[in-house]
């Protein structure tokens, strides 16, 4: 079993994150607490509290038309790209994950005290999952 200590959040790709972030404030009373451009995997992000702090959620947004969310958008359309989750240690993890038989995708990586590695959909049933340590 992964050491896992949290559901950190859910992540949506859309293709605009304010006409989303509209949506969710009016139907679920979810507030905007961060956004951040991302260049280099070339994409924007928006962190949405929800009411009672019980879940985060993630708007994601391509920059242009070649980053991995313009791809997700074009192959599948807006919807739940990702689920990340804390664990204890991913080096650990991606250990565990191959013992049985599921190779992490991407392998480890990470810098500045955050680490991460995947699960594919293929090895998880159709779901991408993020595996993190680090900040919290």
């Given at each position: ?12 790709a ?34 949405l ?40 240690d ?10 049985n ?15 991460e ?20």
């Amino acid at each position: 079993m992964l050491p896992i200590k949290r559901v950190d959040h859910v992540s949506f790709a859309t293709h605009s994150i304010d006409a989303s972030l509209k949506w969710f404030e009016t139907i679920f009373g979810a507030r905007e607490t961060q956004r951040m451009r991302v260049e280099s995997e070339g994409y924007t992000f928006a962190t949405l509290q929800f009411p009672g702090g019980q879940l985060e959620w993630e708007l994601i947004e391509p920059l242009g038309d070649n980053s991995f969310v313009a791809k997700f958008l074009r192959d599948r359309g807006p919807g739940v790209h990702h689920i990340t989750v804390q664990v204890e240690d991913v080096q650990r993890s991606a250990e565990m994950l191959r013992a049985n038989g599921i190779e992490p995708f991407g392998g480890v990586s990470g810098a500045d005290g955050w680490r991460e590695t995947f699960i594919h959909p293929r090895d998880s049933g159709g779901i991408l999952f993020q595996l993190f340590e680090g900040h919290e």
